[in-house]
């Protein structure tokens, strides 16, 4: 009887929906067909998931091992999307027939992994580099947002009353700190017209600036809090269609 | 990088290019296979805000391979562009071919998914340059 090389036999696994089937980083020298379902490739660079493919029925995945001649760990992971069914191909006779292969493919197909592989690492940096920027945008928009909406502070009292129900009966409150785009007012939490202070209720507000101009603007609020003083609320509130005027009233105010 | 002599092995013509020559283009039907004997090409993507360079190739690569190896009637999936004066061998594709057919499909199916990646992954780059 002749010897032969034992080729370990094409074996068949399935995975459900969520199941990781390649880890990134793990060694692993298996070539796996997908018979039936999705799988999602992805690779992780500094916890941010890099989505690379979605692959379906009769393609193939963890050739990059197989081409890297099992020395490298996996470059990516894979995922199962839904119910997969695989053929497992282990690498031994196809490894045979890749070193025995003409030498110019060879070199063709080395130059394509080569390739590949900084492909990735360009992806790598550049979604790096992304990420940087823009934290970088949002840390400059926090920063200039906190210079364009300083909030002043300002002791005045208001009157207000709901802009949406008709009401004769102003409520008053106590104007805490003020920008261009709005107000903090301390407001009795109970009153007397049952008024609820809820978020995205809308208002009419009064109150005078140190100069004397009168502000009469309609603002929604944002937010509510409780406020340091007993039975009182801390309302943030958004002016919303402020006049030209007003605004600029409240930016003179700021600046002086 | 030196010339392997197996490649010399399988060139059929030399051509000699001027600096800023379009050897390839994107979208164009194609399917020699080149390799780089002499001086550097620059591989481009067309983008959304134009030409990105996504790779630099010198003497001993190979370039125009993708569609060769998909074995389809695939377009050329980039640009390649002389950086100085390069000199190009133009490979035997028929016997290429050849070789490449008595390959099992498992092995040709490993390398259609490398390549396909390869297509996928440069594609990513390119639009994640053009974004920065």
């Known amino acids: 009887m002749t010897e032969k090389k034992m080729i370990p036999p094409v074996v068949h696994l399935s995975y459900s929906k969520g199941d990781l089937i390649i880890k990134e980083g793990d060694y692993g020298i ?32 963890g050739e990059m091992t197989f081409f890297n001649f099992l020395l490298e760990p996996r470059s990516a992971s ?8 695989l053929e497992v191909w282990h690498p031994a ?59 002043k502070n300002f002791v005045q009292e208001c009157s207000y009353r709901s802009a949406t129900h008709s009401s004769h009966v102003d409520l008053h409150g106590v104007i805490k700190d003020i920008s261009p785009m709005g107000v903090g007012v301390e ?22 600036l140190p100069s004397g101009s009168s502000i009469n603007e309609v603002a929604i609020i944002k937010s509510v809090k409780k406020s340091k003083v007993p039975g009182c609320l801390f309302l943030g509130l958004e002016f919303s269609n402020i006049s030209k005027d007003a605004l600029k009233q409240i930016g003179f105010f700021m600046m002086s | 990088m030196a010339i392997d002599s197996i490649i010399y092995a399988y060139i059929v013509k030399e051509e000699v290019v001027q600096p800023n020559v379009t050897i390839i283009e994107e979208d164009a039907k194609g399917d020699w296979v080149y390799v780089v004997l002499e001086g550097k090409v620059k591989v481009k993507k067309r983008t959304p805000k134009g030409l990105v360079t996504i790779d630099t190739l010198k003497e001993g690569a190979i370039i125009g391979e993708i569609p060769f190896l998909l074995k389809t009637q695939q377009l050329r999936t980039a640009f390649v562009i002389s950086e100085g004066v ?45 974004e920065l």
């Open chain 2, 86 to 130: 390069v000199r190009l061998g133009i490979l035997d594709k028929e016997r290429l071919e050849k070789e490449y057919e008595l390959l099992s499909p498992q092995l040709k199916s490993l390398i259609r998914t490398m390549v396909l990646r390869l297509k996928e992954t440069t594609k990513k780059a390119s639009l994640l340059a053009a």
């Open chain 1, 30 to 61: 298996s070539i796996y067909k997908i018979f039936k379902g999705h799988v999602r490739i992805f690779k992780k660079s500094n916890n941010t998931i890099i989505p690379l493919a979605t692959l379906v029925r009769g393609e193939v995945f």
């Open chain 1, 93 to 151: 006779r196809l490894t045979e027939e890749y070193k025995a292969m003409p030498a110019i493919l060879r070199y063709i197909t080395q130059q394509t992994l080569n390739r590949l592989l900084r492909m990735n690492r360009v992806i790598d940096e550049l979604t790096a580099r992304k990420r940087q920027s823009k934290e970088e945008r949002i840390t400059a928009e926090k920063k200039s947002n906190k210079r364009r909406y300083f909030r």
């Open chain 1, 187 to 208: 407001v009795i939490e109970r009153n007397a017209m049952n008024f609820n202070h809820n978020l995205g209720n809308q208002l009419k507000i009064s109150f005078q």
């Open chain 1, 78 to 85: 894979v995922e199962a999307i839904d119910d997969v069914e």
